[in-house]
């Protein structure tokens, strides 16, 4: 069944729609996110040979190796995040091989936040209460360790909007670049989407383009036989070919028509012209393969688009 020129125009337009409007809503939506950034960790007790002999206590219990770790609470997103969003408070958990001595404020943006902090010594955990974080603010803790922070504090959380906290490490460790190559994986891989999204748009443009002109020249041809039949020289025939046949594939149009155009290269007569003219009628009435083309990629668009995008 041939295609309306109205219809490929609107079969066009919806491609388009299809793939770029998911994207600018991917792109340009609210946007809910919490991070937690790992500023530093520094062993305040220097391993020194005379240390060894000293018992340094906090609190009556014995200090094996004091660490320091400055982090950051930040709201990394574009939308504020209120205590009505809140179901759980952020819970900041230590390894139990580094236990948590205690927890103080360094500072916070704006300077009007309010904070809570509750240290759980017995689960070494460190929950922190806020009634409202907008875009950009902050909190930033340090966190005294009975130990090394060898591992990254495991951060829980139920809030509205946020599936789950990032954790950035700051600091040059072994951890932090395993998280960076797989940071720079991920980079690649939308890069290769967004890649592979604007050649199936220009596919789908370009395809679309001569299959709307392939079906304009059919009715055209179709309204107006006389047209081809007026023509005067191989010349013609050749440039009519060239700018509105274009959407033939080269074995479709060496199928259909390189014989008969030859064949009048060589002898313009009547018997000749007439075999160039049923081919390129007959050419006319099969499916191009730009049309095949268009088809295909405006499938794969919209597959794409309702398996891989949530606003469908």
Known sequence: MAWSKQNIIISLLIASATIVLPIIYEEYSHRSELGFRIESSNSLLPADPLLKDFLI???????????????????????PITSDDIIDEPIISIPKDSGIIAVIPLNKEPQNLYV??????????????????NPGDFIKLAIYLNGPSNELPIIVARIKGIKEINVVNNIPTEIQTEKKANNTMENMISIIKYAGIFLIILFVLFGGKQTVNFHRTKNLVRKNPDLIKNFNNINEFKNFIDKNLAALG??????FLSKEIENAENDFSDENKNKLIIAINN???????????????????????????PIF
């Open 57 to 79: 206590t906090y609190q009556g219990k014995p200090i094996k190796n004091l660490t320091r770790m400055d982090c950051t609470f930040v709201n990394s997103g574009n939308t």
């Open 116 to 133: 809570e902090l509750s240290l759980n010594l017995s689960k070494n955990e460190i929950k922190i209460k806020f009634n409202l974080l």
């Open 250 to 255: 080269s074995d479709q149009k060496k199928k």
């Open 283 to 309: 050419a006319l009435n099969i499916r191009s393969a730009s049309e095949t083309t268009f088809i295909f990629f405006l499938i794969l668009s919209i597959g794409l688009v309702y398996f891989y995008w």
